[in-house]
Structure formats: C-alpha cells, structure tokens
C-alpha cells in the first residue's frame, strides 16, 4: 500500500489537451496499458530523458522526432520497454509513429513514443498499431484519469495532480500524471510524467523552466539507486488560454512557477511515496554544507544504504548505521565534532557524539511512523538539499524477484 497516497482524481481538463486509453494486451489483461496523449496545434512542448548510456529505442526516436517538429501526439505503453532490442527496436518505435502519423495525416516527427516495462523484449507493435483507432476516438480534453491508469506498470496507484491560478484575470491549468515505483534514481528515474498547461509560455523559456523544475523534484528522488533506460519528462504549453502569455517579467511568473514546481513535487513524492514495496517516506535533509553537491552527496549515501533502509523498514532506531552512512559520504575534510543528526525533531547525534538524554524507547518512537525526516547539519556551510526515499522491505525483493513472472 502506498504511503499516504491516494488514487488519482478529480484531475482538471487543460484547453488544447485531449487524451485516451485502450487496452493493446501488451503484458497485461482486463486493464488499458496504451494512452495517447494529444496537443492543440502550436503547444509548445520541453522534454528531458533518461542520461543512462543504454537509452531505449523510444527514447532515441522520441529525442530526434522532438529536434525536427513540434510534437503534436505523446503514444505511450506500458508492460514493454523496447529496450535493449537494437535495431528492431527501434523499427518499432518509429513504425508506431508512422501508423499514428498516417492516422492524423501528420508526419512522424509529430509523434513522440514512450514505453515502459520489461527490458530486452521486442515491442508487439502491432498490438499497438491495432488499437489506434480506438485512441483517436476516445480522445477528450478529461481523459486525464484512465491515461493515469493506462501507463503504470508496479505502481500500485495512478499518479496526478491539478492546479489552477490565475494569469492577467484568466484561469490557467497546470495537470500533469506520472507512473515509477522501482528502478528509481534521478538523472531521472524508471519514471514518465507528462504535464501540460494552457498558459502560453515560448520555447527557451519552456526549456530553462523544464530544467529547474525537475532538478528540484524527479532528480530528488531514489528507491533503489537505479537509473532505469526509459525515463523521460514532458512539459507541454498549449497556450488556449487567450490572454495567458508568460515570461520571465511577468507579474504572475513567479505564481506560475511556484504552482508548476507543486505539481512537479507532488508526482516526484507520489513515485516514491509508491516505492516497491515501501512501508515508509522517508525524507532525507542535508544542511549546514560548503556546497549544494556536498549536502546531496551525504543526502544520497544515506538514502542509499540498504542497512539504513533495512533498519527504517524494522522500525530500529540503529542509529550508527546513520552515522556510518554520513562518514562514507564523498566530503572532504568532514569535521565530526561539527555534526549533528537528527530523526524529526529528536537529537541523536550532538557534535558528533550521542546526544545527551537520547533514549532508544524515543529513537523507536520516531522510527515507527509511516513518515520520518532524516537532518543532518554538517557545521560547514549554509547550503542545504534534500531528497526523498524509501524503506526497503521484503516485498521489493518479492517484486523485483518476481518481475518477469
């Protein structure tokens, strides 16, 4: 069960987005797992991808059709990653954008394909292929919801989140829907989200917003320390809403970035929120550091440790394993008498030693609740970062073991 986290509802309709779900039978049955995801002509579209070397094929065609059209169609599976599967691979990718495309009278540089699932299996494009009319008929600006649902694979919810502000006097829209649950790491993780706007923001803006968005939201996040071949990220701005323009001088930028970043944050925390197998959201706080890379270095050497991550799962107030954790961390030069470390709001390490009056019955009352907050203070800096991870219990192992079953 998801760790305070809720199924996907009440999403809003963002003017110039249309969307639908079908079931192809990629991987599984009784259950859509193909969503199509259309943009009004003119939406101005951003996307970053996965930096893992060994991209998939959707990846690789997604990135060239993007650098040669406007993307006018997201097609998206899941229960198969197509990646890992070469040449082929990437033939069926391209080929299911070239059936869309023909569907829509468009080019296929106007489609941008997404999978998600099990690596190194060929793509059953044709399924895909099949069920494309079904897609464009059921497109509609409130499909939001069942392509929530069509695109996850481990998750145990679908993910997304609305937010209304307003622009010039104008109701502006932000929705957007994400799928991850394991094969999490930022550089992005195995992750897609798909967030769109019907403010009018142009493309290097677009761009540069994307970019900061993401750097404080899907690279913050960690379940397992595995950077996934699929990951991809897109911000679409339709720009339907008259009146609604944006830049940077704007006196209504900063509420829309602000209501962008909510989103984004919000889908980040619901990946990990929804973590294989997790039982607790774990918040991981470094401060007090020379540099935003040193606190994310220590903040991560934490959140990777699986004996911290075990130790969270038992509800073991294990506290050198912590510290442990924090001496390995790629810092030079770390001061331990300059150090404190803290669950929630419970001292268990002054200056680098047990904090005085610590007690393991309090150490355990912290750690048994579904969400704790892991903080650091280095006594070097006043840089701060945090990131957000799990526990690792039995049933990731059980998950993982059994992914392919």
């Not at 996307?47 to 997604?62: D, G, I, K, Y």
Request: include cysteine; charged fraction near 20%; hydrophobic fraction near 45%.
């Amino acid at each position: 069960m998801a760790v305070g986290l809720e199924q996907a509802s009440n999403l809003l309709p963002v003017a110039g987005v249309r969307l639908s779900s079908a079931e192809a039978g990629i991987r599984y049955t009784d259950r859509d797992d193909v969503a199509l995801i259309e943009f009004a002509p003119g939406t101005v579209v951003s996307a970053v991808f996965t930096q893992n070397a060994f991209c998939a094929a959707p990846v690789q065609v997604a990135r060239a059709h993007l650098a040669k059209a406007p993307a006018r169609w997201l097609l998206i599976n899941a229960g198969n990653a197509n990646a890992g599967t070469g040449e082929e691979g990437i033939a069926d990718a391209r080929g299911c954008c070239a059936a869309l495309a023909e569907q829509q009278a468009a080019t296929t540089e106007q489609v941008l394909p997404f999978s998600t699932g099990v690596i190194g299996e060929r793509l059953p494009a044709g399924r895909i292929i099949d069920v494309l009319p079904l897609l464009r008929d059921g497109l509609d600006e409130s499909g939001w919801a069942d392509a929530a649902n069509a695109i996850i694979t481990t998750d145990t919810l679908a993910k997304g989140k609305s937010e209304q502000i307003q622009v010039n006097g104008k109701t502006v829209t932000i929705t957007g829907i994400a799928k991850g649950s394991g094969m999490i790491r930022p550089d992005m993780a195995t992750m897609l989200a798909f967030i769109a706007t019907d403010a009018k923001v142009e493309q290097a803006l677009l761009d540069k917003c994307l970019g900061q968005l993401v750097d404080a939201s899907f690279n913050r996040i960690t379940i397992d320390g595995d950077t996934s071949t699929n990951d991809a990220c897109i911000l679409a701005a339709s720009g339907a809403i008259d009146g609604a323009r944006l830049d940077e001088q704007h006196p209504d930028f900063d509420v829309f970035m602000a209501a962008l970043q909510r989103v984004f944050t919000w889908l980040a925390q619901a990946i990990v929120r929804d973590g294989e197998g997790a039982t607790k959201f774990i918040t991981v706080h470094a401060s007090g550091g020379q540099s935003n890379e040193e606190c994310l270095a220590v903040a991560y050497t934490i959140a990777h440790s699986p004996l911290v991550k075990t130790a969270l799962f038992a509800s073991d107030p294990n506290w050198g394993r912590i510290l442990a954790a924090v001496g390995r961390a790629p810092v030079a030069q770390l001061d331990l008498s300059r150090i404190d470390i803290y669950l929630d709001e419970l001292c268990i390490i002054r200056h680098g030693e047990p904090a005085p009056g610590y007690t393991e019955e309090a150490g355990q009352t912290v750690m048994k609740q579904d969400e704790i907050t892991i903080h650091v203070e280095l006594g070097r800096g006043e840089s701060e970062q945090e990131v957000w991870t799990t526990d690792l219990s039995y049933d990731y192992v059980r998950i993982n073991a059994e992914y392919r079953s």
